[in-house]
């Protein structure tokens, strides 16, 4: 399609996004568009209203930038009083230079507030002007331009199939490593070296790059973390992860000494994973079952192989067990899983 056409399905996007992958949208959009490695940004923290925040570096010029996102449907303008807001969350967090980005659209009053303080403003319309004209999210053919699949892979979500794929089963055991493996993600530019190095350091022993890929997925799957598409810097390929809302959290009842919120709030994330609903429901009809079953389950209902089976059964009943109604129990020489 043309410029202009790919603008307005641009836009059509940027509506069709919830408002949470609006943030991840409007974080990737800055990291590409400001194309520096220095920018850090933290989505979702919610820091008196700054949703999006970081270090611009540019060589001579270096500042500390502020982001608000609001993803109003078409018609819901941002008035005077949200950039007034935005105003002050700036100052108390000593922002230097602010962006407001919206969906939507602004008020007259708001575009003389944002005049006055000297604050950029990004309507629905520009952001998808920026993403044409800057190649973000789209790709240049022979017939055209085409929406970009890698770019947009970063907001799919594991959806229900009739076999469960190797991807969306996890091999991540430790939930201390989790929490560490989140804390990484919240200290660095979520990019699997710079996770891989904390974590390390951290723990005082070995987590290789591909246990960096293995908690990724797993903190996906549970819905704390969202995963970014490649960006290339200086050549290479760079992949970052970022929290999500329920990541923010979950680390924050953790840090407040909140135990028990903070394993409910796990539960229910783990009860959204398949391929534990499914042993769940298997579980519920037989009141309990032998770790055989467990691997019986996930032979039949995921595309794993054998050997993978094996490796994963273990890390699945680990995570059936956190839900309150589950334990396992001794059954002779091996174990079974209870639900009580």
Known sequence: MQAAAMHDHLQDRIYEVSPDQFEVLCKMVLVRRLDTESLEVTAFRQDEGIDIEGII??????????????????????????????????????????????????????????DDAQLCLVDGGTLAGIMVDSGIGITETSAGLETAPEFWQAFEKPEQEDVVPSNEVPLANSFETLRLFLRAIDATDGSKEKITSYVNTELGESFAA????????????????????????????????????????????????DETSATALLADAIRNVEIVQRIYADLGENGELGYDDVRGIMASETTLSESSVQRRASTVVQWLTVLPDVTVERDGRSKKVVRR
């Open 210 to 257: 591909r246990h960096a890929d293995l908690y990724g997925t797993a903190g996906w799957l549970l819905g704390f973390v969202h995963k970014d598409t490649p960006k290339i810097v200086d050549n290479r390929e760079v992949r970052r992860w970022g929290l999500t809302r329920g990541g923010v959290e979950y680390l924050a009842l953790h840090d407040s000494g």
């Open 57 to 114: 570096d540019e060589g001579i010029i270096r500042a500390w930038l502020g982001v608000q996102v609001k993803q109003y449907s078409e018609g819901n303008t941002v008035g005077l009083g949200s950039l007034q807001r935005f105003r002050g969350a700036l100052a108390r967090g000593d922002h230097q230079i602010g962006t407001y980005i919206t969906s939507s659209s602004f008020t007259g009053p708001a575009v003389e507030e944002a």
